[in-house]
């Protein structure tokens, strides 16, 4: 094993796109491949043994789907990101995959250095790979939505997070990068980072990707 690396699992029931992947992910220095799964059953089991950063997750998948096996893996509480591939860019179940805790998304037909920046992306924590294009998605599906997962805490939690961390929760849904941020609030970009953990701590979330999908669905951010 490569020291300092990000590690990565792929799953997924197509074996070209698992090959493919491991191939151009392979390539670059600061990833490793470190296994992959044909479906989301053999995904919870890998990363129970392997415990990647990074689960490339498909979501239409045999025994057990994507988005039950994100949230499986999320619910064991590791460290693992859940990055959800997809083919299309509103496909309705992504959004699912979201709400199950998946940090992110990514389109099948990404180039390789798109896929390497989206693993490390998620792997870091710093926001989903294409913001814009995810604000869309959150703004659609947020409408359809069944009840709000949030909804009966929100008005608490909000009560928690002072006037600057409401307004940066509020960045964080628009799709803004800590640096982004940082240069919108006229303040550094540690202080943003800092801000961004004291959020999640308060509200109870896994990370920037369901702060986003809590002030869509608690209605801090309206879908426009």
């Keep these: ?109 990404a180039s390789a250095r798109r896929l390497a920046d989206g693993v490390r992306v998620v792997a870091a924590g710093e926001a989903l790979l294409a913001p814009s294009v995810t604000k869309r998605l959150i703004s659609e599906f947020s409408k359809l939505s069944e009840a709000p997962r949030f909804a009966s805490t929100a008005q608490g939690a909000y009560g928690d997070l002072t006037e600057r961390e409401t307004e940066v929760l509020v960045l964080i849904a628009q799709g803004l990068s800590n640096a982004e941020m940082a240069e919108r609030l006229v303040v550094a970009e540690s202080t943003v980072k800092t801000h961004v953990s004291r959020i999640l701590v308060k509200l109870g979330l896994r990370d920037r990707t369901q702060a986003a999908v809590f002030a869509y669905e608690t209605r801090l951010v309206i879908p426009g």
């Design 1 to 109: 094993m490569r020291s300092g690396t990000i590690r990565v699992l792929i799953a997924d029931d197509q074996m070209m796109v698992r090959e493919g992947f491991s191939v151009l992910l392979g390539a670059m220095p600061d990833i490793e491949v470190v296994g992959e799964a044909v479906n989301g059953r053999e995904a919870v089991e890998r990363v129970r043994e392997l415990s990647p950063d990074v689960v490339l997750m498909d979501i239409r998948m045999p025994e057990l789907n994507g988005i039950e096996a994100t949230r499986e893996i999320v619910a064991a509480d590791g460290s693992a990101k859940v990055l959800v591939l997809t083919t299309f860019d509103l496909d309705e179940y992504v959004y699912q995959a979201l709400r199950a805790g998946a940090s992110g998304f990514l389109l099948k037909d």
